[in-house]
């Protein structure tokens, strides 16, 4: 299966690269290189990605009219600000693992010669990947990586457009206050958080950022994603009865709190699920009827008709014959196109101008494809105008609920579960 | 704060008795040959599956799973002695821990590539809502896995020592050969231990299903218990491993309610080492 994958792509990428050829032997194109899982435990999430990031080529080099009027880029002809040169994305396979992500890394700047990099998902593998783009001095993109650590190492060449957790906690403390202020009740919180490091560090970022904003954070629970059995904590949850309580775990820890909670006829007014387990479309497709009124959030919602988000999901469902674009799809196509904003306005195929044109990006709300309010790095690569959508499950799917501006629908509290 | 105590104690004592249920079929195989079945977990999660497939393809319930899972993971079993236990059972120690984990792992990727990773649940209509009784909640689903649990652990354990069968059987796991010179057939004996583990382990895996989630690697989860139950109550009891599914359980619940889940592991393994240093054996294994 890894053979065949790799084996495609590059079979692709060849065929691409003489469909150019060919077609337009004098014009210059631009290669930007994409470290994704395409094999191993995570292929699904990076073959969507590449789905979506592909859409997005396609509609630089080849334009869309509807497009064209909101986004500057998507007049088609490749890459104004490059006398029209077309971009080509290459596809590696970092196979899930952190080694064969800093390999093909190395051979995409040094066999491919790309002058930009884009990846990784896993938030490990873009930790080895972009270390290598930093000794060579490319720079590195990453799209979808959450891991704190990744911008607090010094790096030049690093730039991540993903909201982070800090970013979630105030988008969960704002939605809050404002419930609060509708006069709902929300005088204790509770956080049931997995214990390894996404639990644990979403967890206390959040804590953190209630506490500043005068929410109070009344039980904390942690435990292991791979437990057997969550009757004990939801029964804490019970005699407690907070009015809020924010989940951040897993899959199968989704599952069994969510079955848990009915058994114990037990629901908060307000149930908080951060992304992840709650989101997985397994979770989605069959636990949806107990989950009623769930609120979580998406950097993702496809919106009204004629704005960015909604014209681009209609492209991929063209492409896709009919899935939409997720919280990650969506996320790794708005980091393609910042990549592609920052080399057309670098004008120049030479990285460090490209570092220069990402550092001096400023895209505003109404260019993004996912809830972001536009696209504005600190002095260490982090988007600073990363924010997310507060979504609510209604009827078997997340609809966007806050901020108004960009809602699809109203907030109904409280929370209905089965 | 009385009623919840209760409560946790009564969610513990039914967990307990489902762990005892999934436990039954590893002690029965360690206690009849001295071969410890890695595939214990993928067992129950073939079991767990076959639950999945005859309610998703036939819209049938447990009524309709359990005894087809019974079949179906006994058959499983029984050919896994013929074609592999019984060959590796003449080599050393080692080929036999290698044997049956590599039978887990050509069941788990098996499993990946007939049913994808995805994780997949039973609606949990199927057995009938939670009821209240004199304050305390039971849920339909666990209930009935307890109470069979209960039921098939206390069956096999007078199987094994009230029938000329069990009698037969136990000869067999003491001394193979002076079994064979007093007329009865090694082999098939063992192929008969397989098959009632095999039994006990798929009615626990379509019960399970009802109320846990299924997915490639839930043996792996559940493994991990069914192997502490089992060391914990004596190798071969089956009566041990009840009363160790019981106490792991109401130990778990209690000490994740009291102190915290992240510590309940600790308390169960701290307990575990204690009964092993005192009892080498299992509560109720022979020394």
Redesign the interface.
């Known amino acids: 299966m890894l053979t065949t994958s790799r084996r495609t792509i590059l079979l692709g990428a060849t065929l691409v690269a003489l469909g150019f050829a060919t077609a337009a032997a004098a014009q210059e194109t631009v290669k930007i290189g994409a470290v994704y899982p395409l094999s191993g ?1 995570s292929a699904s999430a990076g073959e969507y990605s590449r789905k979506a990031m592909e859409v997005g080529v396609d509609v630089i080099n080849n334009g869309n009219a509807e497009l064209a009027k909101i986004m500057p880029l998507a007049k088609g002809g490749g890459l104004p600000g490059l006398k029209g040169a077309k971009i080509q994305l290459i596809f590696a396979d970092n196979q899930g693992t952190p080694a064969a992500g800093q390999n093909q890394t190395l051979r995409l700047i040094s066999e491919e010669k790309v002058v930009a990099l884009i990846g990784a998902y896993q938030s490990g593998i873009t930790l080895t990947a972009s270390a290598i783009a930093e000794r060579y001095g490319i720079p590195f993109l990453t799209p979808e990586s959450v891991a704190a650590n990744l911008t607090e190492r010094g790096f030049k060449w690093f730039f991540r457009t993903t909201p982070v957790a800090v970013d979630f906690a105030r988008a969960y403390s704002k939605f809050l206050r404002e419930q609060k202020a509708a006069g709902r009740k929300v005088d204790s919180v509770a956080l049931v958080h997995e ?1 390894t490091e996404y639990g644990n560090s979403v967890a206390s970022v959040i804590a953190e950022v209630f506490g500043k904003d005068g929410l109070s954070v009344t039980q904390n ?4 994603a ?8 939801v ?2 949850l ?2 407690k009865n907070p009015d809020v309580v924010i989940f951040i775990s897993y ?2 820890d989704a ?2 709190y969510t ?1 848990t909670m ?4 037990w629901k908060p007014g307000i149930m908080i699920a951060d992304d992840a387990g709650f989101n ?4 989605v497709k ?2 949806a009827p ?1 989950v009623e009124g769930l609120v979580s959030r998406s950097a993702f919602a496809s919106g009204k008709p004629g704005t960015v988000p909604y014209i681009f999901n209609e492209l991929y469902k063209k492409k896709t014959g009919g899935d939409d674009l997720d919280d990650v799809s969506a996320r790794g196509l708005e980091g393609f196109l910042v990549l592609a904003d920052a080399i057309n306005r670098a004008g120049s195929t030479d990285p460090a101008k490209i570092r220069d044109a990402l550092k001096a990006t400023d895209l505003k709300a109404d260019q993004m494809v996912t809830g972001y309010d536009g696209v504005k790095f600190d002095d260490k690569g982090q988007n600073i105008l990363g924010s997310s959508l507060v979504t609510q499950m209604r009827g078997g799917q997340y609809v966007a609920i806050w901020p108004k501006d960009r809602a699809t629908a109203d907030v109904i509290l409280p929370y209905k579960g089965w | ?1 009385s009623m ?1 105590l209760l ?2 104690v009564v ?2 004592l039914l ?1 307990g008795a489902v762990y005892a249920l999934f436990s039954s079929g590893l002690t029965l195989i360690w206690g009849m040959m001295n071969v410890v079945n890695f595939a214990h977990g993928d067992f129950v999660m073939l079991g767990m599956y076959t639950a999945v497939v005859i309610w998703t393809a036939l819209g049938g319930g447990p009524w309709a799973s359990v005894p087809v899972a019974a079949i179906l993971i006994a058959t499983l079993g029984v050919v896994s002695y013929f074609l592999l236990v019984r060959h590796i059972m003449k080599g050393p120690m080692l080929a036999q821990i290698l044997g049956t984990f590599g039978l887990a792992l050509f069941l788990r990727y098996a499993a990946f590539w007939t049913f994808g ?5 039973l609606p ?1 209509t199927l057995v009938g809502h ?1 009821f209240v009784l004199a304050g305390i ?1 039971f ?1 339909g689903p ?1 209930l009935l896995a307890g109470v069979v649990g209960l039921v098939v652990t206390l069956l096999l354990h007078l199987m094994l020592t009230r029938t000329a069968m069990g009698s037969r059987m136990l000869a067999v796991s003491e001394d193979a050969t002076a079994a064979q010179l007093m007329g009865i057939r090694p082999q098939r004996m063992q192929a008969l231990a397989w098959a009632l583990a095999g039994a006990a382990t798929g009615i626990a895996g379509a019960l399970i299903a009802t ?3 299924t ?1 490639p690697t ?1 043996g792996e ?2 493994a991990i ?1 069914a192997f502490v139950t089992v060391s914990f109550g004596g190798f071969g009891s089956v009566l041990g491993a009840l009363v160790a599914g019981l106490i792991i359980g109401v130990v ?3 000490s ?2 009291l102190i ?3 510590y ?2 600790v308390i169960v393994y701290v307990l575990f080492v204690l009964v092993l240093w005192f009892r080498p054996q299992g509560l109720m294994g022979k020394a």
């Open positions: 435990n214990n629970i942690a435990y292991s791979n437990s057997t059995d969550v009757q004990p904590q029964l804490q019970k005699e899959t199968s599952i069994l079955k009915k058994e114990l006829n997985d479309p397994s979770f069959t636990m107990m | 704060m919840t409560q946790v969610s513990g967990l990773a995805n994780f997949k649940t949990d939670s909640r849920d666990r109320f846990f989630y997915s839930v989860t559940l218990v778990e619940s209690l994740a309610y915290g889940p992240v309940k592991d």
